[in-house]
C-alpha cells in the first residue's frame, strides 16, 4: 500500500493564476476575430447596410474592387476563414499573416479615400500589431535572416 505525503507549505498547490498578458492576449484575438468574421460574413449575406453617401474616391475603388468578381469574394473569404481561426485559437500566426495585407489595405482605404472609418481601422491595426508581438515566438524563424 503506497502512502502519499501532504504537500509541504513550500510547494504550490494549484495551478499558477493566469498572466494579465495572458487574459488581454484572448481578448485581443476573440475580439479580431469577432470583427473579421461578422464583417467578412457581411460580405456575403449583407446583413449591415451600406453608408447612402461615400466619397466619390471610395466609390469608385468599391466599385472597381466588385468588377472584378472575383476580389471582393476572396478578401471576404479570407476575413471569415482568418476570423474563424482567431475565434477557434487554432493556427492563430497563420491567421495573422493572412489577414496583415487586409488590414494593411483597410488602414490606407481609410486614410486616403474614407476618412470616418480611420478609428476603427486603427483600432484593427492596434489589435494585430498587439498580436503579432503576443504571436511573434511563430514567426521569429520566418524573420530570420539566411546567409
Same mark, same amino acid.
Given at each position: 500500500m503506497t502512502t502519499t505525503t501532504p504537500p &509541504? &507549505?513550500?510547494e504550490p498547490t494549484a495551478a499558477p493564476a493566469k498572466c494579465r498578458g495572458c487574459c488581454l492576449t484572448l481578448i485581443a484575438r476573440v475580439l479580431m476575430g469577432l470583427i473579421f +468574421?461578422? +464583417?467578412g460574413l457581411n460580405g456575403f449575406l449583407h446583413f449591415i447596410p451600406q453608408p447612402k453617401t461615400m466619397p466619390d474616391g471610395a466609390m469608385a475603388f468599391f466599385g472597381a474592387l466588385m468588377n472584378t468578381h472575383y476580389m471582393l469574394p476572396l478578401i471576404m473569404g479570407t476575413q471569415v476563414v482568418c476570423g474563424a481561426l482567431l475565434l477557434a485559437n487554432r493556427f492563430v500566426p497563420l491567421a495573422l499573416a493572412l489577414i496583415a495585407p487586409v488590414i494593411v489595405n483597410i488602414v490606407a482605404f481609410h486614410a486616403f479615400l474614407? %476618412?470616418?472609418?480611420? %478609428?476603427?481601422a486603427a483600432v484593427v491595426l492596434a489589435l494585430e500589431l498587439y498580436l503579432a508581438w503576443a504571436y511573434r515566438r511563430a514567426f521569429k524563424p520566418m524573420l530570420a535572416a539566411r546567409f
Open positions: &509541504s &507549505s513550500n +468574421f461578422v +464583417f474614407e %476618412p470616418a472609418g480611420l %478609428p476603427m
